[in-house]
């Protein structure tokens, strides 16, 4: 299992369950003065009930830090958070529910991806490229509304038990593509409640997102039936995770490592501004003192916090050398790489051991898009020639070269050498993107190192929403 340092869910719907859709009565015949009445009452006014959905979607996941703020915000609210926008989908065809799925969508990524528009100062061009991306990301909550509605429309409530499988399918496709960002899986917002995600070794997080809609599926189930056996089902699909994490977390850990993490805390100018490099280094190297004092077996600076190519600078290379030579402790850095051949620029993270001159080398491999690379540059002609600071001032992509190979570093050969031994490094957003990182175990990883520059988010619910993917990505 591997560890994450930062800077199959339960068959609920077994042969004799599922039997029990096809008995359902067609929608919402229930009692009057209950909320279910209420819900009906609301159904013609199903945006709103979409809508909703996205309120509550977006207070499963970290808001905003502030302490008054922060009560309102709980994973828990993702076990409901959908029951509205089945109320509002109920058999009512592609056209409806894809508009339905879509507002829930949109809601639901503004307010969680807020923090968006505070990079590059907010400025008009930011505003509006976050009011993009929640219109495109609540394109996929459209798909899988508008299919499960359309399927509901014909099949009537057998077609229910389809509704985790369609949800899982979505986030899958929102993680393919140089346009993926599978930020706000329902899976990533679980984590803050590690006894519900351990079966994620098995499943992944899709696995945990498709246990978070069952959830939402039962529920819903339950408002419209009030069945025993829907409230028994309930109590099962939590049951059987936290006995699994029970059983889990009683296995001892047998592998430890000491790493000290380096922080400088500096502000974007103070990195990139006049003598950024010099200050950077002072402010690394004293820290790094600091931390040698606690015998660390890996040193591990920040994403980019040496603001220089670092394999084409000798100078600086030599610093960073002398200073773990000085140590006598292997140091993980990010910095800038540059390909004299291809005439490319790489962000990557870099390896130096005591007794070595030779550096091992990550190039990140998906870059933020419109941030670090232009979507599809290498594809679509045309896209290689915008300009893009005509379009948005100083802002734009850095246009980044993709990495092409994953690297498993090794410390094997290391003074006081670590265990596990080997370890992978994922550069910011990298780690949003479960395949990435299962391949990066699969090459033998033991250890996941995330660094990351997310001072661009400010004090906001950025950072603190790619803390938790963290966590997911270490089960």
């Known amino acids: 299992m591997p560890i994450s340092c930062l800077s199959g869910a339960p068959d609920l719907y077994s042969q ?188 992944g997080v899709f696995g945990v997102s498709y246990w978070v809609v069952g959830l939402n599926l039962l529920f819903y189930l339950g408002l419209i039936s009030r069945r025993p056996a829907v409230v028994a089902a309930i109590g099962l699909a939590y049951l059987l995770p936290w006995l699994h994490a029970a059983s889990a977390f009683a296995t001892p850990i047998t592998q430890h490592i000491r790493i000290g993490l380096i922080q400088p805390n500096m502000t974007l100018a103070q990195k990139w501004g006049p003598n950024g490099l010099a200050n950077s280094f002072t402010a690394l190297e004293a820290l790094s003192h600091q931390a040698a004092t606690e015998a660390p077996q890996l040193l591990v600076w920040p994403e980019t916090a040496l603001p220089c190519y670092l394999s084409r600078r000798p100078a600086c290379r030599d610093r960073a050398f002398a200073l773990v030579e000085e140590l006598n402790i292997p140091l993980l850095t990010g910095a800038s790489d540059y390909d004299l051949a291809r005439n490319e620029p790489y962000n990557a993270a870099f390896l130096l051991r005591p007794g070595h001159r030779e550096m091992t080398s990550y190039a990140k491999m998906h870059l933020v898009p419109f941030g670090e690379r232009t979507p599809y540059r290498d594809d679509v002609p045309f896209l290689r020639d915008i300009d893009w600071t005509q379009l948005t001032g100083d802002l734009g992509p850095a246009e980044f070269a993709r990495g092409t190979r994953r690297t498993i570093f090794d410390l094997s050969a290391s003074p006081n050498a670590a265990v596990p031994p080997s370890f992978a490094v994922l550069i910011c957003f990298e780690s949003i993107f479960p395949d990435l990182v299962r391949r990066h175990v699969a090459d033998g990883a033991g250890l996941l190192v995330n660094i990351t520059n997310d001072s661009w988010f400010g004090l906001t619910a950025g950072p603190h929403q790619h803390a938790l993917i963290n966590v997911m990505r270490a089960v």
């Open 16 to 203: 004799k369950q599922s039997t029990a859709f096809s008995s359902f009565p067609p929608p919402m015949p229930i009692q009057r003065n209950s909320l279910a009445t209420a819900l009906v009452a609301l159904r013609r006014r199903r945006l709103l009930l979409a809508a909703l959905s996205g309120v509550l979607l977006s207070l499963a996941f970290p808001g905003h830090p502030h302490p008054l703020m922060s009560w309102f915000y709980h994973p828990l609210w993702a076990h409901i958070a959908l029951v509205p926008l089945l109320v509002a989908l109920a058999g009512r065809g592609f056209k409806d529910g894809f508009a339905a799925g879509w507002t829930c969508g949109f809601v639901w990524n503004l307010l969680s991806l807020y923090w968006v528009a505070h990079t590059q100062g907010g400025g008009p061009a930011v505003v509006a490229g976050t009011l993009l991306l929640a219109v495109y990301l609540g394109l996929f909550p459209g798909l899988f509304s508008g299919l499960l509605s359309a399927l509901w429309a014909r099949w009537g409530t057998k077609a229910l038990i389809l509704t985790p499988c369609l949800w899982t399918a979505q986030e899958y496709l929102l993680s393919l593509g140089e346009l993926g960002f599978p930020w706000l899986l329902l899976g990533h917002g679980q984590a803050a409640m590690p006894h519900f995600v351990q079966h994620a070794i098995w499943t």
